[in-house]
């Protein structure tokens, strides 16, 4: 019911054109999978409601498109979210050098200092790799985000990437419980041990 929601938050999926940002939406809110799926234009929205340690809370959750054309679109997007997803393709190493681009994107938008980021390495259910999972760890370990390998193919850590990025904005009060946001909490090692993620996931 919609009273025993405990909190609604604005989740962004990020990253360049291609590496699966919509797919990886759609296979957590509809538990669907398009291998025809087209780019997005502008920007696409849907609404889940999860069960987190317990919390219910509904997650507004924005995918924006990665062309560079769209990109004016975007700015105002980013205003208010308390977690955000950046998703390089784990097939093609472009995707990844340009996070440091989307990085100073969110840094230069967003409203909020201590905001929950996880970093997804999608389409691991391809053989052809050019990342692996040491250089993503490495990264997200660099900037203080989660991290997480995923298939939105295979479903293979769609949902576990959602469930620890709002299990760590719970974790975060003053993220969602008032309008003064200060710097957040510094999440620890310790705080990833026995989540949701079933060893999928790394706390960085």
Wanted: charged fraction near 30%; hydrophobic fraction near 35%.
């Amino acid at each position: 019911m919609e009273e025993d929601i405990l909190t609604t938050l604005k989740i962004l999926i990020i990253g360049e054109s291609g590496v699966g940002k919509s797919s990886l939406l759609l296979r957590f809110t509809d538990d669907t999978f398009d291998p025809e799926q087209t780019a997005t234009i502008g920007v696409d929205f849907k609404v889940k409601t999860i069960n987190v340690d317990g919390n219910k809370a509904k997650l507004a959750i924005w995918d924006t498109a990665g062309q560079e054309r769209f990109r004016t679109l975007t700015p105002s997007y980013y205003r208010g979210a308390q977690g955000v997803i950046l998703v390089y393709d784990v097939t093609r190493r472009e995707t990844f050098t340009k996070l440091e681009n989307w990085l100073n994107e969110l840094e230069t938008y967003c409203t909020r200092n201590d905001l929950v980021k996880m970093l997804v390495g999608n389409k691991i259910d391809r053989e052809n790799h050019e990342l692996d999972r040491a250089e993503g760890l490495k990264f997200a370990r660099k900037h203080s985000m989660l991290f997480i390998e995923a298939s939105a193919k295979t479903r293979d850590g769609v949902q576990c990437a959602f469930e620890e990025l709002v299990e760590k904005i719970i974790q975060t009060p003053g993220l969602w419980q008032s309008e003064s946001h200060g710097r957040g909490v510094q999440l620890t090692d310790e705080d990833a041990g026995g989540g949701t993620c079933g060893g999928f996931c790394s706390l960085v």
